[in-house]
């Protein structure tokens, strides 16, 4: 116990925001540090570790031609403001293990890797299990997966421990949108730190005067848990400046609405409902620039929702370019993957509550017959994306167990590979 918890803290210690630093660190020097101290942790426990340097990296333990894989990543998001322990302290307190990347995805990283370092040691593995560390997972480039999936071997089936319990049948599409007006108006300003996160503040500089707002910083695939401080700049501003044609086009296309109600895109079906989150602002020479994150429910056409919305922004003068998508991820309820990792789950919990869907994208739209499975559970707190993130002792502890009941359950499972969970190709 004592021995997971301080590499938890050790982890967290490492500031790891995924950002490009030359040739010899394409996504950070501190996230290649993170790397580097789970690959010696893992080498200390006999585990065969990959490290092919600036591209992708991974951690190996068992024999024979199956392969189950588990996707963590150990990028974090910015810290943000408002924290009232040390972001990157690992401090304990009331119980509870505080700093960024605690709940996502370093504290599910340990414990998965504790979880392999228990089976290693009870019994003889009849299959090999493979732990690969995203390192780009925040900032949605995903090239090391990307890299990954090029050049090595695909696993059949497996998690990636970055999302809810009981598990995540259903992922909404996600689409990142760059919206550009030239001559807005605007001498400087910025606002946001990331596409999908709720910004906290945000502030801009016009030839009238100097404006700033804040908010409530949250994960942008739930913005009902926040408040978006670029759009209350945005109504802010307006109110003092209403001839400023950026800022009428904002106040009529997006406002306040978080469901798409103002582009005329709001959708809603079984896997869930669209969502719209203003994340970044920018201004430059006067071009002002917006990053939207939209996540959008299965059964909505990607194509309606990027014609919609260049259309409406050019009628106002502005360009509007979808610069990231990845579509829809739907899991069938007799998946065998799903159900070994349920049954793991209910016989250390003893609750039996139905798979559910998200708007957030995780690492299982990477490859076939993955799932997001943990670590976040019913009912409690989930701080993730916002400041005091932290994971309960309790819980972090019950997620090694949890894993590594699941992964044994997973090696034995004959028609794992059989699963046909997919990514939804309706509209490819």
Request: with cysteine.
């Amino acid at each position: 116990m004592n021995e997971m918890i301080e590499a938890l803290q050790k982890l967290v210690s490492f500031q790891s925001i995924a950002k490009e630093e030359g040739t010899e660190y394409p996504y950070g020097k501190k996230v290649h540090d993170a790397k580097e101290y789970v690959l010696a942790l893992a080498k200390s426990f006999g585990m065969r570790v990959t490290d092919v340097p600036g591209k992708y990296a991974y951690i190996e333990i068992g024999e024979g031609p199956r392969l189950i894989g588990i996707l963590s990543h150990l990028d974090v998001v910015p810290a943000g403001d408002g924290w009232t322990q040390d972001p990157f302290g690992g401090e304990i307190v009331d119980g509870k293990i505080y700093g960024r990347g605690t709940t996502d995805d370093k504290g599910p990283t340990i414990a998965v890797l504790y979880a392999m370092k228990a089976l290693k040691e009870k019994t003889t593995l009849p299959a090999r299990i493979r732990l690969i560390l995203g390192q780009t997972e925040e900032n949605g480039e995903w090239r090391d997966i990307e890299a990954y999936t090029d050049a090595e071997e695909i696993p059949e089936c497996g998690f990636t421990p970055d999302g809810d319990f009981p598990a995540i049948q259903n992922e909404l599409g996600a689409m990142v949108f760059r919206v550009q007006m030239p001559q807005s108006g605007f001498l400087q300003g910025e606002g946001g730190t990331a596409p999908n996160m709720v910004p906290e503040r945000a502030w801009v500089k016009t030839e009238f005067g100097t404006y700033e707002a804040s908010g409530k910083a949250c994960h942008g695939c739930a913005p009902w848990l926040g408040l978006n401080g670029i759009s209350e700049l945005m109504e802010k501003v307006y109110q003092a400046e209403p001839e400023n044609r950026f800022l009428r086009m904002y106040a009529d296309l997006i406002g306040k609405t978080i469901y798409g109600e103002k582009l005329g895109i709001a959708a809603e079906d079984e896997s869930g409902k669209l969502t719209l989150n203003v994340g970044l602002f920018e201004v430059r020479d006067e071009t002002a620039t917006l990053m939207v994150d939209i996540r959008y429910p299965a059964k909505k056409n990607p194509d309606e929702i990027s014609g919609s919305l260049v259309r409406q922004f050019s009628s106002y003068g502005a360009s509007c370019e979808c610069v990231y998508h990845v579509r829809p991820l739907y899991t069938p309820s007799d998946s065998p993957v799903l159900g070994a990792l349920l049954s793991a789950y209910r016989e250390v919990t003893g609750d039996d509550s139905r798979p559910i869907s998200i708007g957030g994208g995780t690492y299982a739209k990477a490859m076939p017959n993955m799932v997001a499975f943990g670590p976040n559970f019913p009912g409690h707190e989930n701080r993730e994306h916002m400041d005091d993130e932290y994971i309960l002792v309790e819980d972090f502890l019950k997620l090694e167990e949890i894993y590594e009941r699941a992964l044994a359950y997973l090696l034995d499972s004959s028609d794992a590979a059989s699963s046909s969970s997919r990514i939804d190709s309706a509209f490819a």
